[in-house]
């Protein structure tokens, strides 16, 4: 219904019982014993329904942003032996790991997955600056 922009933020919940009661009318003529979660349990999925695809796009773009620089940032500083590197690998490996599109997650603004995320995320930020 609303491709481009989403429903907004913890609208996964309310749509999902309506989407359900419509196809239940439709398809089933009577109430089925179907049921609907509080997240969809993938980070893109819940954004897609939530942000749309302009916010889902913007923060695959912002992940990709954030991996690139901690790369580049690896791959110019690897050699200097300095020890705020080998804490920077780990941390690169757990926030990718987390923004993988096949793994099942739990809802990304509100769950303890999404905590770690964005613990994670200020470490990269702040092992790029010089």
Request: proline fraction near 3%; charged fraction near 15%; include cysteine.
């Amino acid at each position: 219904m609303k491709p481009l922009t989403g429903f907004g933020l913890k609208s996964f919940r309310v749509k999902c019982w309506e989407v359900l009661t419509m196809i239940n009318n439709s398809v089933f003529g009577k109430e089925a014993n179907m049921h609907c979660s509080t997240h969809s349990h993938n980070y893109y999925l819940e954004l897609l329904v939530e942000a749309g695809i302009i916010g889902t796009a913007l923060i695959i773009l912002f992940f990709i942003i954030i991996l690139k620089n901690s790369y580049l940032y690896l791959k110019q500083y690897y050699q200097t032996k300095s020890a705020e590197i080998y804490f920077l690998i780990p941390v690169i490996i757990i926030f990718f790991i987390e923004i993988w599109p096949l793994k099942s997650s739990g809802s990304f603004f509100t769950t303890w997955n999404a905590t770690f995320f964005w613990l994670y995320f200020p470490l990269l930020i702040n092992f790029q600056k010089d």
